[in-house]
C-alpha cells in the first residue's frame, strides 16, 4: 500500500457522519472542472478528489468539487482566493479563514498568509503529507490537550 492509499486510509476511518454526505466526483467531473477552469491538476490532487474529497473531519474543509454551490467548492475558493491577490500559479486547495493552502503545479502545498498577503515558511511536500500533518494531526493533536 503507497503512502498516499495509507493516508487515504486513515482519514476515511476518522470521517464523521453528517446530515447530508458528500460525494465523491466521476473521473469525467474531474477532467470537466480542470477545462472549465483551463488547468491540469496534479496526479496527486486528482487521487484525493477522487478517493476523499468527500470525507468530513475536524474543522478544515479542503475543497470538493461535486455541490459547487458549497462553500468548500473548488470554484467558490477559487473566488474567494482573489480578493486576497493569491497568486494565480497556485491552486488553493484549502480556505482557512482569510488564508489559503494552495497546490503548487509540482505538488507541493504552501501557506499562503494574509496576514503577511504572502506565503509562510510553513510547506509540505505533497498534499498527502499536508493531509496527515495539518488536516489530521493537527486536529487530532488540539482535541487531546
Not at 487521487?47 to 470554484?75: R, W
Amino acid at each position: 500500500m503507497s503512502k498516499a492509499d495509507e493516508i487515504i486510509a486513515r482519514l476515511k476511518s476518522l470521517a464523521e457522519e453528517v446530515p447530508i454526505p458528500k460525494s465523491l466526483p466521476s473521473e469525467d467531473q474531474v477532467l470537466e472542472i480542470e477545462k472549465s477552469l483551463g488547468l491540469n491538476f496534479h496526479d496527486d490532487f486528482k487521487k484525493y478528489l477522487l478517493a476523499a474529497s468527500n470525507v468530513v473531519f475536524g474543522i478544515k474543509e479542503p475543497v470538493q468539487i461535486t455541490n459547487l454551490e458549497a462553500h468548500d467548492s473548488l470554484t467558490e475558493v477559487i473566488e474567494n482566493s482573489k480578493a486576497y491577490e493569491l497568486p494565480q500559479d497556485v491552486l488553493p486547495i484549502c480556505h482557512d479563514n482569510a488564508d489559503f493552502y494552495c497546490l503548487t503545479s509540482t505538488g507541493e502545498v504552501l501557506f499562503w498568509s494574509h496576514d503577511i498577503s504572502n506565503y509562510t515558511e510553513e510547506k509540505w511536500s505533497n498534499i498527502w503529507e499536508w493531509i496527515e500533518q495539518v488536516w489530521i494531526n493537527e486536529y487530532l493533536e488540539g482535541e487531546s490537550e
